[in-house]
């Protein structure tokens, strides 16, 4: 009996011993969107570059505590885990500052069906450039971008440098075609004629987080 009860005891310990490991490895910091962040798309037309925006961008990461988010430290240790990174930007919010413009652009996205494009991490990992305490960190990274309805992968390197306070910043820029979204190029009339706007653009991004208190 007495053995029994000495074995049953040794199982709960390693149980205990496995769930508390678990624990400690399932354990994450969860990355806030606060303000200050921008997003700018360019791009070309027939008559003039132009360029549209927003401040707008919401959306969470979630990192593995194991791992320490912190540029101020030269050395970091291998991702053990993928994080999780979700971003959100309302369509109708990345504007030109010019009315005519807001609705072309607007529709051409669709924006009425579609009010969000949206963004999730596939793969990260940290690249191999040489770094001091300090520097931002330089991540390669694929995901997946959704808009107009329709998803495309994206792949970039990512920077998270140290901002205000307990902020980070998140950076990062892409080139990439309205055609992989199913959105047509726009060519409004005017008087002389159509204009005729390039398929590819370039999205560059500027994302403030914090630690979610």
Same mark, same amino acid.
């Given at each position: 009996?007495?053995q =029994? $009860? $000495?074995?049953? @005891?040794?199982?709960?310990?390693?149980? &205990? $011993?496995?769930?508390?490991? &678990?624990?400690?490895?399932?354990? =994450?910091v969860? #990355?806030? !969107?606060?303000t @200050?962040?921008?997003?700018? $798309?360019?791009?070309?037309?027939?008559v003039?570059?132009w360029?549209?925006?927003?401040?707008?961008? @919401?959306?969470?990461?979630?990192?593995?505590?194991?791992?320490?988010?912190?540029?101020?430290?030269?050395? *970091? /240790?291998k *991702? &053990?885990?993928?994080?999780? +990174?979700?971003?959100?930007?309302?369509?109708?919010n990345?504007?030109?500052?010019k %009315?005519?413009?807001?609705?072309?652009?607007?529709? !051409?996205?669709?924006? %009425?069906?579609?009010? #969000?494009?949206? #963004?999730?991490?596939?793969?990260i990992?940290?690249?191999?450039? !040489?770094?001091?305490?300090?520097?931002?960190? *330089?991540?390669?990274?694929?995901?997946?971008l959704s808009?107009? @309805?329709?998803?495309a992968?994206?792949?970039? %390197?990512?920077?998270?440098?140290?901002?205000?306070?307990?902020?980070?910043?998140?950076?990062?820029?892409?080139?990439?075609?309205?055609?992989?979204?199913?959105?047509? /190029?726009?060519?409004?009339?005017?008087?002389?004629?159509?204009?005729?706007?390039?398929?590819?653009?370039? +999205?560059?991004?500027?994302?403030?987080?914090?630690?979610?208190?």
């Amino acid at each position: 009996m007495m053995q =029994t $009860i $000495i074995q049953f @005891g040794r199982a709960l310990t390693v149980a &205990a $011993i496995i769930v508390a490991a &678990a624990q400690a490895q399932a354990e =994450t910091v969860t #990355y806030s !969107a606060k303000t @200050g962040s921008l997003l700018t $798309i360019s791009g070309t037309s027939s008559v003039h570059d132009w360029e549209v925006k927003t401040r707008l961008i @919401g959306g969470r990461m979630e990192w593995d505590s194991s791992f320490p988010l912190d540029p101020s430290r030269a050395k *970091l /240790p291998k *991702l &053990a885990t993928s994080p999780k +990174v979700s971003v959100i930007v309302p369509v109708r919010n990345i504007e030109s500052g010019k %009315q005519r413009m807001n609705e072309v652009m607007h529709g !051409a996205m669709n924006a %009425q069906k579609h009010k #969000y494009a949206r #963004y999730s991490l596939k793969e990260i990992k940290l690249a191999g450039k !040489a770094r001091k305490a300090g520097d931002p960190i *330089l991540f390669d990274t694929k995901g997946t971008l959704s808009v107009n @309805g329709k998803s495309a992968p994206v792949a970039m %390197q990512v920077t998270v440098a140290k901002a205000e306070g307990d902020k980070l910043k998140v950076s990062g820029k892409a080139k990439l075609k309205m055609s992989q979204f199913g959105v047509v /190029p726009p060519s409004p009339k005017i008087a002389l004629g159509l204009i005729k706007t390039g398929d590819e653009v370039i +999205v560059e991004f500027d994302w403030f987080v914090a630690p979610k208190k």
